[in-house]
DNA sequence: CTGAAAGCGCTAACAG
DNA sequence: CTGTTAGCGCTTTCAG
């Protein structure tokens, strides 16, 4: 039926042994049989079994990629840098999604071990206590990618999130601004948003002015919560007459807010946003943000990993990659 | 080192079989032992290995999936249907991309081939002979999603694209418009285009309108293509009054070509997109569009790959969705 | 440079 | 309801 090494060792008259040999590039082999069973295999077309081979080497040849949602843009990218680097290094990869739920990522992290994943990569919100647990359970070596544990013990690929939130700020605040708000992703417990608060409010206190909560909205990251920050926001006595973003689709929200209600941009409110996503550039008056890159830090990650896998020695387990501002026209 | 199910049996004082059986939820286990069996599996944290379990049993519970770029929404949004689908029957899935190159999608098709997948989901906007050849090598199930093979002998889901093409233009014939531009990807090869081209052709001709070769105007499928095409075809002698856009990228494009020039949408030009989406409302004035499902597309392709995979009934190989056109502020 | 043999960890008859 | 016994297809010593 499925021919097999065997099928190839008996028509090329040599052993299995010689066979996987060549198979794997083995170089003690004499070039006469090397040319005589490379005939075989494809006269027979022969192709190996990477599940044997996995459980005879313990290597799979596979890593593990658990992310939130692939269908977000965001993600997306990061996800294709992890997939390139593996494929430049012959790794395959297991994509799943977890929709930031606990119990999820846990799961899927069992089940990919049981899937005897050489290693794996991961972005989370949040490593909880469970995930942490998990993860110190086993050899296989993880790394979080644009995500950060708060032990820090677990090697990542990021940008320093509060320094470029703060440059952010300051670009507004260069600007003359003195009422700046902060939306943004839920407050509740992501690392990543106290960190590009914190830079918030650093910069403010750069420049002598007082934090003034009302500025600062948590929804989603999504275009209509854009929509809905402005909305209310705009309606305080003492209004913003700047916005910093967490996301490009937030901000994309808040222009779109405020010009659908006839006010401009940048003339009346500027905006500055984070990511810099193609989006950036999709939108009228272009919008000016913070370069978070995505596909390189999905593309170090995998890198890292690779060097984890092959015990390759490591300089730094938390790398931090460098950000900049993308000047548009959404900041004058 | 790494714990086995004859570990277990051992601690259990029982057969391999049977832990294998409480393992797979085989019924025929005394409950006594079984819960026996469970306590001990939980105390040494076992955790079956599903390589060896694809070597003993030929199943892998993890299906291939081709796409030609993750980091495109289109296709991010299909691998999201594809993977909630794999997963709610218990998949996984490895994510590979081909970037639309025939070489490497025959080569991806056989990597995943020997990792021995039980299926694969691809898309591919030519299958061209060698592919074809290389699926019918196999006895892997293989559906194509939102793509379409000639000889339409491999199971596909799609939508009827000669159609809603024809329904856009047919709308934009509606409003009066006698100068209709098709802007699209590549016309080169991909089936789907010419579906839409045909269908371009067919309202015309349906509303008496003579076709004019220079009003179609293909190029790729990106935000910059429809600002190109908009600054080409508006110095026509006779500029197209109305744009079908093969995406909604595209459109955008289109749409801010024209408002970068002082044109006004939809007064001065009205503009169709096709996809749907989330861009689709990002815009001002928001883009009319077809809508594409594309999550649907992925489900409904993985639920029809899970059908072959367990040799249940297919009623239809070759699937078509419903589309329908979502009116916004872009077509009058 | 090549072969023999022992597994890798699990499933799947087949007995009992 | 449970145990025994073969493999699944390949890698990997160990000899020679």
Redesign the interface.
């Known amino acids: 039926m499925t021919i097999t090494i065997y099928d190839v060792a008996r028509e090329a008259n040599v052993s299995m042994a010689t066979v996987s040999r060549v198979v794997n590039g083995n170089q003690n082999v004499k070039p006469a049989t090397r040319q005589k069973v490379l005939a075989v295999i494809e006269r027979l077309?022969y192709?190996?079994?990477?599940?044997?081979r996995?459980?005879a080497s313990k290597k799979?040849k596979?890593v593990g990629?658990i992310i939130p949602?692939?269908?977000?843009?965001f993600y997306?990218?990061l996800?294709?840098g992890i997939?390139?680097i593996a494929?430049m290094y012959r790794y395959?990869?297991?994509?799943?999604?977890s929709d930031q739920q606990e119990n999820k990522e846990v799961q899927l992290l069992?089940?990919?071990?049981?899937?005897?994943v050489d290693g794996i990569v991961m972005m989370s919100d949040q490593v909880t206590k469970e995930i942490k647990h998990e993860i110190d359970?086993t050899d296989v070596p993880i790394v979080l990618a644009g995500s950060i544990d708060n032990s820090h013990t677990i090697p990542s690929v990021n940008i320093k999130y509060e320094e470029a939130a703060k440059e952010a700020v300051e670009r507004l605040l260069q600007n003359g601004h003195k009422r700046i708000a902060f939306v943004s992703g839920s407050l509740a417990a992501p690392v990543i948003q106290q960190q590009k608060l914190k830079g918030y409010e650093r910069a403010l206190e750069g420049a002598g002015i007082k934090f003034d909560i009302a500025l600062v909205y948590g929804v989603d990251n999504k275009?209509d919560d854009g929509i809905e920050a402005w909305n209310v926001l705009h309606k305080l006595d003492d209004p913003p007459t700047a916005y910093f973003g967490g996301n490009d689709?937030l901000s994309?929200g808040i222009i779109?807010g405020a010009?659908?209600n006839g006010f401009k941009v940048p003339e009346d409110l500027e905006v500055i946003g984070f990511e810099n996503s193609?989006?950036a550039?999709?939108?009228?008056p272009q919008l000016t943000s913070i370069v978070l890159p995505l596909?390189d830090i999905g593309a170090v990650a995998m890198r890292l990993l690779t060097k984890f896998m092959n015990n390759e020695k490591i300089e730094e387990e938390n790398v931090n990659l460098p950000y900049r501002i993308e000047e548009r026209d959404s900041v004058k």
């Open positions: 077309d192709r190996p079994n990477a599940v044997a996995g459980l799979t596979t990629v949602d692939i269908s977000n843009v997306a990218e996800a294709r997939e390139d494929t395959n990869i297991i994509l799943t999604n069992s089940t990919l071990l049981s899937k005897q359970r275009y689709e994309i779109h010009q659908d193609k989006l550039r999709m939108v009228r596909y």
